[in-house]
């Protein structure tokens, strides 16, 4: 019999492959993405800041043979290598998904690329469900079944993140940091990212120096081999309201607690599982200032604090 929590998660992420929450990714939708951070941008520029004619907003291309869309400033409009963050999408979502995070990265000083995997729908009922057997149905193992995950679970979401670090570090296109990565993911995406840093063992990817996991899925490791081999520092964020996923990251000997240090868990008042995404916008600034500020001081080594002062709508935050 399934417990109570398994049910909920199921539940919770069964809402994201359903793809309800049509966020739309067309060209005219990354045009208008584009302005309003241009507009961000010049309201706060200072004197380092870049001008609206460097900047890319969410420009889809195609690296290392798979589709992305990129946010962040073209190599002649920076002299010194950028940090690099990648986004990875939750289950059915997709690379804009969460572009109000993404653009405010890029308006941080970061080149933002996020992948659209194999089972990005972002509300196209028809997409792809990632790896699929001969017979056309899925070859992952089901969320409500975290005991059954191993390191070939998804594994096509490490593919593609793996070619697109080697792929962006040699692009002309770009001028990265090789030593300033990081990588932000949501629900399906923040067990990407943490996979990455060292969840599974044989997905760990050196360059990567520290993760922001959203919402994520994260139970798959808590109930298999652990969290113990992550290796980078980590930021998890939750909500009240997100009962699918955040109560595994909370709990005694949950996701956090298992996670060696340096470590946060951030957990915002009524923030559901599509807190991090388009779709709602309540808590987006302070997501934003909590991932920037982590990145900062992780990524490109800022004397800041890696965790702002408490938030008044942060119910719960802890560092170790």
């Not at 067309?26 to 241009?38: F, K, N, T």
């Not at 997409?127 to 975290?146: I, Y």
């Not at 990567?208 to 993760?211: D, E, L, S, T, Y």
């Not at 408490?310 to 935050?317: G, P, T, Y």
């Given at each position: 019999m399934r417990r109570p929590a398994q049910i909920a998660a199921f539940s919770a992420l069964a809402l994201y492959a359903l793809g309800l929450f049509g966020f739309d990714a067309?060209?005219?939708?990354?045009?208008?993405?584009?302005?309003?951070?241009?507009e961000r941008i010049t309201e706060k520029r200072g004197a380092d800041a870049p001008t609206s004619s460097s900047l890319k907003g969410g420009d889809a291309m195609t690296?290392?043979?798979?589709?992305?869309?990129?946010?962040?400033l073209t190599e002649d409009a920076s002299p010194d290598s950028l940090p690099l963050v990648v986004f990875s999408h939750g289950d059915g979502g997709c690379a804009t998904q969460s572009s109000f995070l993404t653009q405010s990265l890029a308006e941080a000083g970061y080149l933002v690329i996020a992948p659209n995997h194999a089972d990005a729908r972002c509300g196209k009922r028809n997409?792809?469900?990632?790896?699929?057997?001969?017979?056309?149905?899925?070859?992952?193992?089901?969320?409500?079944?975290?005991e059954s995950w191993t390191d070939e679970a998804h594994a096509n979401r490490r593919d593609d993140v793996q070619a697109i670090l080697d792929a962006a570090i040699s692009d002309p296109r770009f001028s990265i940091n090789p030593d300033q990565?990081?990588?932000?993911?949501?629900?399906?995406?923040?067990?990407?990212s943490l996979g990455l840093a060292g969840g599974w063992e044989t997905w760990r990817t050196p360059s990567?120096?520290?993760?922001v996991a959203l919402s994520p899925v994260c139970n798959p490791f808590t109930s298999t081999t652990g969290l113990g081999g992550v290796g980078v520092p980590v930021q998890f964020q939750g909500g009240t309201r997100d009962a699918?996923?955040?109560?595994?990251?909370?709990?005694?000997?949950?996701?956090?607690?298992?996670?060696?240090?340096?470590?946060?868990?951030?957990?915002?008042?009524?923030?559901?599982h599509f807190a991090w995404t388009d779709g709602q916008s309540d808590h987006h600034d302070d997501i934003a200032r909590y991932t920037v500020a982590w990145l900062d001081h992780h990524v490109r080594?800022?004397?800041?604090?890696?965790?702002?002062?408490?938030?008044?709508?942060?119910?719960?935050?802890?560092?170790?």
């Open positions: 067309d060209a005219r939708d990354r045009r208008d993405g584009r302005e309003r951070l241009r690296l290392a043979g798979r589709s992305v869309v990129v946010w962040g997409g792809k469900r990632g790896r699929t057997n001969d017979a056309g149905q899925s070859a992952d193992p089901a969320f409500r079944d975290p990565i990081g990588l932000v993911g949501h629900s399906l995406g923040g067990y990407t990567i120096r520290a993760v699918g996923v955040t109560p595994s990251v909370r709990r005694a000997n949950g996701c956090y607690d298992q996670t060696p240090g340096p470590a946060s868990y951030v957990e915002f008042k009524g923030a559901g080594g800022r004397p800041a604090d890696a965790l702002p002062p408490r938030a008044a709508n942060v119910s719960d935050q802890r560092a170790k």
